[in-house]
C-alpha cells in the first residue's frame, strides 16, 4: 500500500448563531484538512485512508473516507532506502 499525505477541504457544522464575518473567519481556518496514511481504495469519487494494516490477519483500523471533490493534493510519501 502506497503511504501518502492528502490535503483536503472538509465539510463542517455548527449550531448557534454568528455573523457573516465570523463565518467567513471560520471557514479560513478551520476547513483545511490534512492526513498521513495509506491509500486502502482510490477511484473517481473517493478516497479511503487507513492509519494501520495488520498483514496476518488482513485488517485495517483507522478510516477516512474523502470525497475526490474536496482533495486539494495527494502526494506520495517514499519510503527511504536503506
Known amino acids: 500500500m502506497k503511504i501518502v499525505e492528502v490535503e483536503w477541504m472538509d465539510a463542517h457544522y ?3 448563531w454568528k455573523s457573516k464575518d465570523e463565518i ?3 471557514v479560513r481556518k478551520d ?3 490534512i492526513k498521513l496514511g495509506y ?3 482510490e477511484d473517481d ?3 479511503i ?3 494501520g494494516h495488520d498483514k496476518d490477519e488482513d485488517m485495517f483500523t483507522g478510516f477516512w473516507i ?4 474536496c482533495v486539494l493534493n495527494i502526494k506520495e510519501i517514499k519510503k ?3
Open 14 to 16: 455548527e449550531a448557534g
Open 24 to 26: 467567513e473567519d471560520m
Open 31 to 33: 476547513l483545511f484538512c
Open 39 to 41: 491509500i486502502l481504495w
Open 45 to 47: 469519487e473517493r478516497v
Open 49 to 51: 485512508l487507513t492509519d
Open 66 to 69: 474523502i470525497p475526490k471533490g
Open 80 to 82: 527511504e532506502e536503506k
